[in-house]
């Protein structure tokens, strides 16, 4: 019996190498399984503020990683955060992405950034990072509804769980009112940087930068596409934003008022030009707005125009309504283009009263308005006889785009020429009046 202790002995010193080998063969086995788990992978930014552009872009992303087979998409997240609306859908189409998402955090990742980032499969983060500060905010900067806070508070909860992350933390980056022990006070929203996170199961990998983050992959630097929005859609981003949407379609509808008062074609027609402009390019890219949209806006231009010539309102007020359309089906969303609009539509008015103020009825504007007013005590004046103008001669103080104003016989009058443009300066001839409408059309000078 005492000859059997060393034999035992020797079986279990046996048997331990073995394990050991075993256990380095499983690990080494497992590394070579990592490296070679991913054989194409994507990069593509999530930077700036989270809008509807950003959808725009990352859908075709997706779709351009997954038409190449890509089985792994590293997201680089940078975000002070953003739309609400947005990320939900952006997060939507991480979870139905058919290759493993990465969401790699090397600044910061706040509010719907943090939400994009539960989404996907794993989370990296790298030293001095953070994330969180999810509370929704209005466009005054306040706290958003309590029902909105209540709901999005659900939204970030669900991310969480999908990698059985703890749903109280993705609470207390949401809702400021409620105590959270261990993670926040009441009156507070829960930021967490890289060590944070990662203590708190919010951070899978802590990784130095980018490099590590591919080694500890697998992946070759090399081998990685990078997708990056275009010239078009870094526009569409930048359209989208609900700030620049409406600043958009106040500079437009201002751009209109000021032109009005102003005879001819100027800076103010071009700057409402552009603007409308930007705003139909940006939500067109962006695959909000389609040609009918543009198409209902340009018809309501031309029948307000047309309504100069047409006494009776109905052509303007159909143009109205077409421009008015055009605009709100064009946005990504109907209530914030209404709400844009509206914004835009009380600037526009207050604007303005003040030029009626400085300015009076002077340009074109006084063509949609009714200059000649009937008094009880007076009864009923009729407008000045211009007909002794006819077949006179002048020079066209403004251009005529038809309407602007010539001089005839030392009197200011305005006009409308027969003939198209007429550039200011040219010898004009009346060749038609009509009540108030003057008809003059460029003089045939003789040599």
Not at 420 to 425: S, T, V
Request: no cysteine.
């Amino acid at each position: 019996m005492i000859a059997a202790r060393p034999t035992i002995r020797r079986w279990r010193v046996l048997f331990s190498l073995l394990s050991l080998l075993a256990g380095l063969m499983m690990l080494i086995s497992g590394q070579t399984a990592t490296a070679a788990s991913y054989q194409k992978a994507f990069w593509i930014p999530v930077d700036n503020t989270i809008e509807r552009g950003l959808e725009s872009f990352l859908k075709r992303a997706f779709l351009e990683a997954e038409q190449q087979q890509a089985d792994l998409v590293i997201l680089d997240i940078n975000t002070p955060g953003g739309e609400v609306n947005a990320a939900g859908e952006i997060g939507q189409l991480i979870r139905q992405a058919p290759m493993h998402v990465v969401a790699y955090i090397d600044n910061q990742a706040f509010s719907a950034g943090t939400y994009i980032a539960l989404n996907a499969n794993e989370i990296a983060m790298t030293p001095g990072s953070s994330m969180g500060a999810a509370t929704p905010i209005d466009m005054a900067g306040n706290a958003a509804d309590i029902k909105i806070i209540s709901a999005w508070s659900k939204q970030m909860q669900s991310a969480a769980q999908l990698n059985h992350r703890n749903v109280d933390v993705a609470r207390a980056m949401v809702e400021i009112d409620t105590e959270f022990p261990g993670l926040k006070p009441k009156g507070t929203v829960l930021s967490l940087d890289a060590h944070t996170a990662k203590n708190l199961g919010y951070a899978d990998r802590l990784v130095s930068g980018q490099d590590e983050l591919l080694k500890q992959l697998g992946v070759n630097p090399d081998s990685v596409q990078h997708i990056d929005p275009t010239a078009g859609e870094v526009v569409a981003r930048w359209v989208t934003s609900p700030v620049v949407m409406s600043l958009l379609l106040v500079i437009g509808l201002v751009g209109i008022v000021v032109e009005l008062f102003a005879p001819g074609f100027g800076v103010a027609g071009t700057i409402s030009l552009v603007a409308f402009g930007l705003y139909f390019f940006g939500h067109f890219v962006a695959g909000f707005a389609t040609w009918l949209h543009i198409a209902l806006f340009i018809i309501g231009i031309l029948l307000m125009i047309m309504e100069i010539f047409l006494p009776g309102g109905i052509v303007g007020a159909i143009g109205f309504i077409s421009i008015v359309t055009g605009l709100v089906m064009a946005a990504y969303d109907t209530k914030q283009g209404i709400a844009s609009l509206g914004i835009a539509a009380v600037i526009t008015v207050i604007v303005t009263i003040l030029l009626v103020k400085r300015f009076g009825g002077n340009g074109l504007f006084k063509k949609f308005i009714l200059g000649d007013v009937q008094r009880n005590e007076e009864g009923y004046v009729a407008p000045k006889d211009q007909r002794d103008l006819l077949e006179k001669t002048g020079v066209a103080l403004t251009p005529l785009r038809p309407a602007g104003m010539v001089k005839v016989e030392g009197k200011r009058v305005d006009a409308v020429s027969i003939g198209g443009f007429i550039p200011a300066g040219t010898p004009v001839v009346v060749v038609q009046v009509e009540g108030t409408r003057v008809v003059v059309q460029e003089q045939e000078l003789k040599e």
